[in-house]
């Protein structure tokens, strides 16, 4: 009987996009093992070259090359029987670096099939930002630091296998365990991998989520235009300038926050996000000057608030300020919202603080990052963490 | 710029000096006319006339002009291009592979809408470095939204500059349009040319208005994003909705530029040259119309009845009309001063173009045979027409002939 199975990689761009691809790969040459046709690809339109922004690699694999034509006759899946995010900051949604609004991770996931997350958290916490939706699916995670590496390195910690194993346990039907195996011996020639493909297999398991349970936010989307409606000589409207806005408690208006554009959020190219405590800025500007993506509205006090809907975490903000502390650059998983520091601070400075202080312990150390991103030496500080889950699990 | 003399027509309120200028001079003098706000130049020849007598006109105070000589041809219609979606008037040009070097910035420019008008200098392509004629340069941007005409004499060349600034800078069209002038034939020899008065100009061309697409602080846009394939899809279409109306607002300027300056050009498309009764005809674009028109009045006095149908416009392409026009011929022979290496039946760019409008416009379908030659600027002459058009009664008469022959060519 002809059978069509698909598996799409949700990544980071630049940082994993070529993790993602080895995953697909492997996916391909495993299910190849058992006499499998199979293609990998990666969405065109997104953009693995671009730092930190959501790309999707697809593997599809089929019992014959008909059905595998059939499979590659649309651009990619719009079906997916297993849908891995390597960063769990993804959870979030992704949108492609064209705009088209965001979408969940789970959103392809065929009813009933499986969603695996590398991550260090469990499965509540990720359903606070993974979207709700009507059909049921599973969840399972792996247990993890997200694996990021650059342009031109491959960061060799095992996710890749890890993963092939997971998915022999998740979906049976594309491949087992033993092809897997097979696979990593014969082209990835490591006992220790294949190891790292078994215990990834056995400790795997996934937990049911149900019609409706997960992140009940309201999903930002917009219709595309067609061509008569299209502003004609591929012009853009500009924004309006902008304008003073209203302090949460007294309510009178003061600062100045950019008109932004209506289609163009950054939400899920996060990685990181700068939290701002408002009580020791000392109002020098150097975040707001230097913000590449001018996302920082000057409240009505004369502080900086990094406004989320702008901001694509590159963390300069945090490089450039003096303050020590002021602005720390923290993962994004650590929160469930969009909403503004400087009105939390508002309304409550004293619990703002304390939470902020909570928050900045998570931060990672900033002397030797740059730009927000990951660091020389960062491997090697993780390899013990790495070691204890290898070992744990 | 010699004035030789000055006629006015009070009836008619027609004012004109007649000069004797080369056909660049008659572009730069339309330049002046039509009050170009900034010009680009960078020397090669043929096109490097037109700069020339610019850079006159500015120094001697005729005209008022942001006159800038670029480091290339890239930056030349790059600036120009920027200055145009600043709403500036513009005029630029190049030849040959000047014009090639300019490639990006002409592929980009239709998209954005940009209605710069250019002379191109015909000029073949390097290899061999060649200073002669040849049409492939310009016909190289002949799919990518640019407005292309072909003139034959320095009157034409003015009067189509006008006509050029009207129909590019219409709302409705907005995209860039390149006059080709046949290297040295046109753009280096002198004839009397007659220059209609300023005033007469203003009236027959408005001020240049892009509208909401004016990049300027007053309304702030936002131009040539990057985007993917949700977008350039319907961008295309665009482009091609301005290709859906462009013949009949190059008609309606034609009436109003023979309303204006009382000079008639017919069929803005196509000139026809005494094909009312005639059997065959010959076709081509630019300057060999001299020789073709003198061979067909010597191949008439013995009886041969040939006509001559002159392309002025190749894009956009009247294909319907000229399928009806050569619908009524036994035989058609094209003449391409251009090369179109690989294509169907190894022909020239205008023979295909010509073919394709025939199958779908024509009931007839008399054969069209294509004639390779005067290529990097070798003469077209009145004997090699004589045999063109000997083969091509040949074909009307049921002989078969090869669909492609090179003429002028050492065996």
């Known amino acids: 009987m002809a059978q069509l199975l698909a598996v799409e990689i949700i990544y980071r761009g630049v940082f994993q996009k070529t993790l993602a691809k080895n995953i697909t790969r492997g996916i391909v040459l495993a299910a190849h093992n058992e006499g499998k046709l199979g293609i990998s690809f990666g969405r065109y339109g997104d953009a693995p070259e671009r730092n930190g922004i959501p790309g999707k690699s697809f593997a599809i694999v089929a019992s014959d090359e008909q059905t595998l034509e059939a499979g590659m006759a649309q651009y ?3 079906q997916v029987d297993v849908t891995v995010v390597l960063d769990d900051t993804l959870c979030k949604g992704t949108e492609s670096w064209a705009w088209y609004g965001l979408r969940p991770v789970n959103s392809a996931l065929k009813p009933g099939r499986t969603l695996i997350v590398i991550s260090l958290q469990d499965a509540p916490t990720l359903l606070k930002n993974i979207h709700r939706r009507e059909q049921p699916y599973k969840l399972g995670i792996v247990k993890g630091i997200a694996s990021f590496s650059g342009m031109w390195v491959f960061k060799d910690d095992h996710t890749d296998v890890r993963v092939l194993g997971t998915i022999a346990k998740a979906l049976p039907e594309l491949f087992g365990l033993a092809s897997v195996e097979k696979f990593i011996n014969e082209k990835l020639k490591s006992s220790l991998k294949v190891t790292s493909a078994r215990t990834a297999f056995e400790r795997f398991s996934a937990v049911d989520v149900k019609p409706g349970q997960g992140n009940p936010e309201e999903l930002f989307k917009f219709d595309l235009p067609g061509w008569g409606a299209m502003r004609s000589g591929v012009s853009i409207k500009g924004q309006p300038q902008g304008g003073p806005y209203a302090d949460p408690v007294t309510k009178e208006l ?3 926050r950019p008109a932004r554009n209506e289609l163009f959020k950054k939400y899920s190219t996060r990685i990181m996000r700068p939290v701002v405590n408002f009580a020791t800025c000392t109002k020098c500007t150097l975040c707001w000057l230097n913000c590449p993506d001018a996302s920082f509205d000057v409240t009505p006090d004369g502080t900086y608030d990094a406004n989320l809907e702008a901001c694509c975490g590159c963390g300069i903000c945090e490089a450039v300020c003096p303050v020590k502390d002021c602005i720390r650059m923290v993962n994004e998983s650590e929160f469930h919202d969009n909403n503004s520091q400087w009105v939390e601070f508002k309304k409550d400075k004293g619990a703002y603080l304390k939470s902020l202080e909570a928050t900045i312990q998570k931060a990672e150390p900033i002397e030797k990052r740059t730009h927000g991103f990951r660091y020389r030496g960062q491997y090697q500080e993780q390899v013990p963490a790495a070691l204890e889950i290898a070992n744990k699990g | 710029m010699a004035t030789l003399t000055q006629s006015v027509d009070e009836k008619k309120k027609i004012y004109e000096q007649e000069a004797l200028i080369t056909g660049a001079e008659a572009i730069a003098i339309a330049c002046k006319l039509a009050n170009v706000d900034v010009v680009t130049a960078y020397p090669i020849r043929p096109y490097d006339t037109v700069m020339q007598y610019i850079s006159q006109l500015v120094a001697d105070g005729e005209m008022d002009c942001e006159f800038i000589v670029a480091e290339g041809e890239h930056s030349q219609f790059e600036i120009v ?10 005029f630029c040009g190049s030849s040959g592979v000047g014009w090639m070097y300019a490639m990006e910035a002409l592929t980009v420019s239709p998209a954005l809408r940009i209605p710069m ?10 290899d061999p470095g060649a200073f002669g004629v040849e049409h492939n340069d310009a016909l190289a941007v002949r799919d990518l939204g640019w407005l292309l005409t072909w003139v034959d004499s320095a009157q034409e060349a003015l009067d189509t500059a006008l006509i050029a600034y009207r129909v590019a800078e219409d709302r409705r069209i907005l995209v860039p349009l390149a006059i080709s002038c046949d290297g040295a034939f046109l753009t280096h020899s002198q004839a009397l040319v007659k220059i209609p008065a300023a005033e007469q100009v203003k009236k027959f061309l408005p001020r240049y208005d892009r509208g909401d697409l004016l990049l300027h602080p007053d309304n702030v846009i936002s131009v040539a994003p990057q985007a993917n394939e949700d977008w350039v899809m319907e961008v295309r279409r665009q482009n091609y909705a301005v290709t859906e109306i462009t013949c009949d607002v190059i008609r309606e300027v034609y009436a109003d530029f023979e309303r204006t300056f009382g000079r008639k050009y017919g069929n803005p498309f196509f000139e026809e040259y005494m094909t009312e009764d005639a059997e065959v005809v010959l076709l081509g674009m630019g300057t060999l119309s001299t020789p073709v028109k003198v061979a067909i009045r010597k ?9 001559f149908v002159r392309l002025r416009w190749f894009r956009p392409f009247a294909g319907p009309e000229l399928a009806k026009c050569l619908e009524r011929f ?20 205008v023979a295909t173009e010509v073919r394709s409008a025939m199958y779908t416009g024509s009931s007839t379908r008399p054969p069209v045979l294509c004639f390779i030659g005067g290529l990097g ?3 077209v002459t009145v004997p090699d027409v004589e045999k063109m058009t000997d083969i091509v009664f040949q074909a009307a008469q049921g002989k078969a002939q090869p669909l492609t022959q090179w003429i002028g060519l050492r065996g």
């Open chain 1, 254 to 256: 003061g600062g100045f």
């Open chain 1, 76 to 78: 990619e899946p719009k």
């Open chain 2, 81 to 90: 291009k920027h200055a145009s979606a600043c709403g500036a008037r513009v």
């Open chain 2, 299 to 307: 191949l008439r006095e013995e009886g041969k009845k040939v006509g």
């Open chain 2, 377 to 379: 600027g070798r003469e």
């Open chain 2, 117 to 126: 008008v250019c002379m191109v200098g015909n000029r073949a392509l390097d």
């Open chain 2, 330 to 349: 036994k035989a058609v022979g094209v003449i391409d001063r251009d090369f179109s290496f690989g294509s169907p039946n190894l022909s020239g760019v």
